[in-house]
């Protein structure tokens, strides 16, 4: 079938691109237009397009308008949620852990649902540090008295860290001191059955931590390993984050689509007989998605499944597998579930890296001289290349600008991390399944451990180079978007001239 231009090619592109449209109005009209008009607004251009079914044009822009009115709808509403007024001085309440607790200096901080309100609502926690508070984990009831903030901003930092709770959903952040609490069984049956789902899966993270412990895996080797595969970083110590940030190898400490992907290619191996078989991709996206929900819910990781759901259905109606289409399914479903993602500068760097190597893999991978590309290790070198300048051309500029930094040696780097993390995901998985054979477990181990320890001394040394980054960018978001635009003028000039030499 021909489509008219690129753009229809991708009907999906449009909706999501309207709807961030949207969310962007509604983020900046907020406080001016109430939900409701953007919500009637909505519904009138949705029955608008009914109306003018007969007119294809007209029908596209209406419906397209009533996405866009509707990322406004959403945006309000999931700013007024967490705009709430809070009672003045010290309050009881009851409250239910649901992160991993982290300690910091004398605080241990996490974060909390509180209950028994008219709807529950997300805190930012920190309770006086004591071997009690030590012993917190995920789903742990607490019965406190103690003062509920409005986020606000620290006075010596740049960082907008009222912002980032708000666009987080915490309505506020609370001090408990050690005498104004202690733990008590809570009922659940005020949260969704999603808060539930996580809090259960969080307390099996927990255990799958403890199997780390228990195997000898301790201080950096542990804190990598649980980050890589399980989601869990709040062990990591500030130098090991920042030799990986240096380097340019942060990104597989960040569950994302590496991970997934090897995570769906380990499944997709188990079910080969039957990939085509509707039961066994479904068991596929559910295993995906049960893992999903253990490590947290991360947005990046949650792009990725929801492409990796889009693609397994596809492959079962052996249609042609249109990747921006994909990725934009995967934008509107995350953004439809909570519009203030867009602002959550993982989710940002999450979709554009993979949208940057969808669109620029490919002229890169040519640029390579097709007699060398006949070459197996040069070929699969390159495509590791390849892959990893277009992922890092989409993130620079969002790094320079929330960072301030652009790693130079990234490339040396991915050459280690990218086949290490393969790895360690694949061993990993080999060892929990093979718990009922300790001492097979504990080999595995320290083979991981081993492997986890070389990757950390490589990105370590590649951030110790001379030169390894450049410190102290300052850019604004107008020179940010001017700068994605300057990369797609040269990118389509680049194609027309090639076009007109090829003509000629």
Not at 148 to 161: C, I, M
Not at 285 to 311: D, E, H, N, Q
Not at 475 to 482: E, K, N, R, V
């Amino acid at each position: 079938m021909k489509v008219n231009g690129l753009i229809q090619l991708y009907p999906m592109l449009r909706v999501a691109l309207f709807l961030i449209a949207g969310i962007l109005s509604g983020e900046a009209l907020y406080g001016h237009i109430p939900v409701s008009v953007w919500y009637v607004a909505t519904v009138v251009m949705a029955v608008v397009a009914f109306f003018v079914k007969n007119n294809a044009y007209a029908q596209s822009i209406t419906l397209l308008t009533a996405f866009m009115f509707l990322g406004g709808c959403l945006t309000t509403h999931e700013l007024d949620s967490v705009n709430v007024s809070l009672p003045k001085g010290e309050v009881p309440f009851s409250g239910i852990i649901v992160s991993q607790p982290e300690i910091k200096g004398k605080t241990v901080r996490c974060d909390m649902i509180l209950c028994g309100q008219p709807k529950p609502v997300k805190v930012k926690a920190a309770f006086y540090r004591t071997a009690r508070a030590e012993r917190l984990e995920p789903g742990c009831g607490v019965v406190a008295r103690s003062k509920l903030e409005k986020p606000h901003n620290f006075a010596s930092a740049d960082f907008d860290y009222r912002r980032y709770l708000l666009y987080h959903g915490f309505v506020a952040t609370t001090f408990i001191y050690e005498t104004d609490w202690q733990g008590a069984m809570i009922d659940f049956d005020d949260l969704s059955y999603i808060e539930r789902t996580k809090i259960a899966a969080l307390r099996f993270r927990s255990k799958l931590l403890k199997q780390f412990r228990q195997l000898g895996l301790n201080g950096e080797t542990y804190a990598v390993l649980a980050a890589m595969t399980l989601g869990e970083r709040v062990s990591m110590s500030e130098k090991t984050t920042d030799d990986y940030s240096i380097s340019g190898a942060l990104h597989v400490l960040s569950l994302s689509g590496l991970h997934l992907g090897i995570i769906y290619a380990m499944l997709t191996i188990l079910f080969m007989r039957w990939r085509r078989s509707v039961l066994a991709q479904v068991l596929v996206v559910c295993s995906v998605w049960i893992y999903i929900f253990i490590v947290g819910m991360p947005v990046s990781a949650v792009r990725s499944a929801v492409m990796l759901t889009v693609y397994s259905f596809v492959t079962l109606l052996h249609r042609d597998r249109l990747s921006l289409n994909v990725l934009s399914v995967a934008a509107v479903a995350v953004l439809v579930s909570n519009p203030l993602y867009l602002y959550d500068i993982g989710c940002q760097m999450s979709f554009v890296s993979v949208a940057f190597i969808l669109i620029f893999y490919q002229p890169l991978y040519n640029i390579m001289p097709k007699a060398l590309m006949d070459i197996s290790l040069i070929r699969i070198i390159w495509q590791m290349c390849a892959v990893s300048l277009a992922a890092q051309l989409g993130v620079a500029p969002l790094v320079a600008l929330n960072f301030g930094r652009f790693s130079c040696y990234f490339l040396l780097a991915n050459f280690v991390a990218i086949p290490a993390s393969t790895i360690i995901l694949y061993g990993t998985a080999v060892m929990f399944l093979t718990g009922w054979q300790p001492y097979l477990q504990s080999v595995l181990g320290q083979v991981l451990a081993k492997v986890v320890e070389l990757m950390n001394d490589s990105v370590a040394f590649v951030a110790s180079l001379p030169g390894s980054s450049i410190e102290g960018i300052h850019i604004s978001t107008l020179q940010t978007l001017l700068i994605y635009i300057f990369i797609f003028l040269v990118y389509f000039i680049i194609r027309y001239m090639r076009r007109m030499v090829w003509k000629g």
